[in-house]
């Protein structure tokens, strides 16, 4: 085993000096080569970022409180979003899923239609293949281990409407096994 100690070299206040004034000569003049590459935006930009973008006010989705939304549109894409300041829930704020919203509807990752994993791999399929696989699987379960052996659970996004329409499904199918993920 070495004995030695490390020493870390040491800088004098000269040394110091003369190497912050370097890097704030290579910080200035990295800013004075782009100065024709950054511009503040004119009054038309600030006002219309998107020229022939069309502003539709909404809802968040991610939970059933409802914040308002203002999405900025552009030939059927969302762009941009505002806080909706007018807004009765929200009175003009958002928490952070909210504020994100726009990323997961943008997301590349997010899926668009019904996917099914056939031999390892992610194939899509039809709605109606989906619903009909879903509903043949629900169906098998309750056949051979009873109603009870399913649990259904609702979601932070339903409103009144939407969890009336899940408890009565879960009751059509024969149990009263049913939760809210918020306590899980």
Not at 14 to 22: A, G, P, V, W
Not at 42 to 49: D, G, M, T
Not at 50 to 62: L, R, V
Not at 161 to 170: G, I, L, V
Request: contains cysteine.
């Amino acid at each position: 085993m070495n004995d030695q100690k490390f020493n870390p070299p040491k800088a004098s206040r000269r040394s110091f000096l003369k190497m912050s004034t370097l890097g704030f000569g290579a910080m200035v003049s990295t800013l004075g080569a782009s100065e024709n590459i950054v511009r503040k935006a004119n009054k038309q930009e600030v006002a219309e970022a998107y020229p022939g973008s069309q502003k539709i006010k909404t809802i968040c989705a991610a939970c059933s409180v409802g914040c308002g939304i203002i999405a900025e549109v552009k030939d059927g894409v969302w762009i941009r979003q505002e806080v909706a300041q007018d807004h009765p829930v929200s009175l003009g704020g958002h928490c952070s899923k909210g504020a994100d919203m726009i990323d997961s509807v943008r997301s590349p990752k997010r899926i668009k239609y019904p996917m099914k994993k056939v031999n390892g791999k992610w194939e899509r399929i039809s709605w109606e293949n989906a619903l009909d696989e879903i509903s043949e699987k629900l169906g098998d379960i309750r056949q051979k281990y009873g109603p009870d052996s399913m649990v259904f659970f609702g979601s932070a996004k339903m409103g009144n409407e939407q969890a009336y329409y899940y408890r009565k499904f879960a009751a059509m199918y024969g149990t009263n096994n049913i939760d809210h993920q918020a306590r899980l």
